[in-house]
């Protein structure tokens, strides 16, 4: 017998006796707690804002003036007027979240209503912004996401919480974005799909939780 037969005989022998071999490892659903899963109003908006100084307020609203206005578009139509879009910036909802624990909150910004571009079933726009010496720096940039909810979570990825970026399908299902910190930045780690109902061919089963399960499972 060859040295490749020996060897092909000895790998069948493996996976006969330990058929876990070879196999590919589980994914598993994502640990998500949806009742700390936060979705802003008007009431959190950039304007009514009290934990915000002057300074602050303006230099979000000029930042987000720029930042909306290809999100709004581009023909002579859609782009809104300075004043339509001062204002629209000024509804822009707003958190402040320490992520990363160093006493200095950082800024979770969403959009609000169509005319920031949000969609019909409610999935806006999104930023995270960490304040730095020459201005604000982007973790999340709102072109990438536009989403309903997000959730801080208690896991740590090179000392910032993740993020789970909740966007809205229908009223029993949601899409979740896994993201963590890596080289200033946040980035998409996982995409899950959260059920509230399980079908079968007869009834239709309301769950208390969500079934959470990796995106096309």
Known sequence: M???SLSYVILTSLLISNPVIGQRKPVHALHWDFHHSQELTGENSIQKAHDLTPTDRAALITFLEAAMRPLM??????????????HVAEETRLRLVDLNGDGKPEI?????????????????SIWVLERTATGY?????????????FTVQGEQTNGYKDLVLGMHGSASEQTLFLLRYKDGKYYRSGCYDANWEIVSEDSIQQL??????????
């Open 137 to 149: 720096s982007q973790l999340v940039q709102g072109s990438t996401f536009k989403v309903q909810t």
């Open 2 to 4: 060859n040295l490749r």
């Open 108 to 124: 979770i910004l969403q959009a609000m209503g169509l005319k920031a571009g949000c969609g019909a079933t409610g999935n806006c």
């Open 208 to 217: 208390k939780a969500p079934k959470i399960t990796p995106c096309g499972h």
């Open 73 to 86: 578009g581009n023909s002579e139509d859609e782009i809104q007027s300075a004043s339509e879009l001062r």
